[in-house]
Nanobody, 115 residues
């Protein structure tokens, strides 16, 4: 039974900060590349950030410099710290796990950036 459970979404004003977390179970977590994707209404799901099992991160250009992804392999969690949030960051954020052809998704957590 594979589960990726996101938390930390909510309403935040522009310029504010938010920390999202994802707790994984049912996978060999340390071997998976973990990531965060987001999907706004009417848009396609897009990559925000990802981090390899060895801790190498990469970021979408739209969030680079404002976002930090990290993981704790002992706790089987991955976090996304976002700051300087913009209204265009509004979306449902999804936790993602990938290893070869094994792909898993969480149910998402909603982030709304609005005054």
């Amino acid at each position: 039974q594979v589960q990726l459970v996101e938390s930390g979404g909510g309403l935040v004003q522009p310029g504010g900060s938010l920390r999202l977390s994802c707790a994984a179970s049912g996978i060999a977590y340390a071997f998976f590349t973990m990531g965060w994707y987001r999907q706004a209404p009417g848009n396609q799901r897009e990559l925000v950030a990802r981090i390899t099992g060895s801790g190498i991160p990469n970021y979408a250009d739209s969030v680079k410099g404002r976002v930090t992804i990290s993981r704790d392999n002992a706790k089987k969690t991955v976090s996304l710290k976002m700051n300087s949030l913009k209204p265009e960051d509004t979306a449902v954020y999804y936790c993602h796990a990938a290893l070869g052809d094994q792909l898993f998704w969480g149910q998402g957590t909603k982030v709304v950036v609005s005054s």
